[in-house]
């Protein structure tokens, strides 16, 4: 199976704390993976996608970062958190064309 | 990207069909079509793709006309359970699916 790991579940977060959220899949290698976020209410919005180990191309500019430190793990982090970056955090893997398979997500409040 | 439109809302009662059109007028010809439902604080999940004609499976159908201009995803005798949110998606291997607000349905008793 092809499963999708997200830590923590949950976080409360104070404004200007750091962040590390982190994604693990099992059963593929080299997988494209993904880090989404989704605002209360709204759709999807794509921040950061890799190819592979230490790449990154990020989609929206902000003060969040994502890292590839191996084939299977995605890190989402930030130095200091905004109110705006409440969210429920999700990470995907796949092709563009291809089924994205879905983590459980994280959910975030900063307060 | 290719942008898509589909409809905010739809209200259904269980066990009618319910279908939801999506409209993308500028899709590319390596665009395919992607619909995903998604659950409240659940990651979206995969329902069925298609680049022309009909697909079918187990969950739903999903019709596309020639010009492939819009797309209609079918849900045959809905229940309580299929009341979720619903995205239609339309990409190619550029590594990037953009996701509109999607249609939120509700399925009533």
């Known amino acids: 199976s092809q499963t999708i790991h997200q830590w923590p579940a949950t976080l409360v977060q104070p404004v200007g704390s750091p962040l590390s959220l982190e994604c693990t899949v099992e059963?593929?290698?080299?997988?494209?993976l993904y880090w989404y976020r989704q605002a209360a209410g709204r759709g999807l919005q794509l921040l950061f996608y890799?190819?592979?180990?230490?790449?990154i191309s990020s989609e929206v500019p902000q003060n969040l970062s994502a890292s590839r430190p191996q084939d299977r793990q995605f890190i989402l982090s930030s130095k200091k958190l905004l109110l705006s970056d409440s969210g429920f955090y999700l990470c995907a893997r796949g092709w563009g064309t291809d089924t994205q398979y879905f983590g459980p997500g994280t959910r975030l409040t900063v307060l | 990207l290719a942008k898509t439109t589909q409809p905010i809302s739809m209200d259904s009662y269980e066990g009618q069909e319910v279908n939801i059109t999506c409209s993308h007028n500028?899709?590319?010809?390596?665009?395919?079509i992607t619909w995903y439902q998604q659950f409240p604080s659940q990651g979206p999940r995969f329902i069925i793709q298609g680049y022309k004609t009909k697909v079918t499976n187990e969950v739903a159908s999903l019709f596309i006309p020639a010009d492939r201009k819009s797309s209609t995803l079918s849900l045959p005798r809905v229940s309580l359970s299929d009341t979720a949110v619903y995205y239609c998606?339309?990409?190619?291997?550029?590594?990037?699916?953009?996701f509109g607000a999607g249609t939120t349905v509700t399925v009533r008793a």
């Open positions: 890799s190819v592979g180990i230490g790449q």
């Open positions: 998606l339309v990409g190619s291997n550029d590594y990037k699916l953009s």
């Open positions: 500028n899709i590319a010809t390596n665009d395919y």
């Open positions: 059963g593929t290698s080299n997988p494209n």
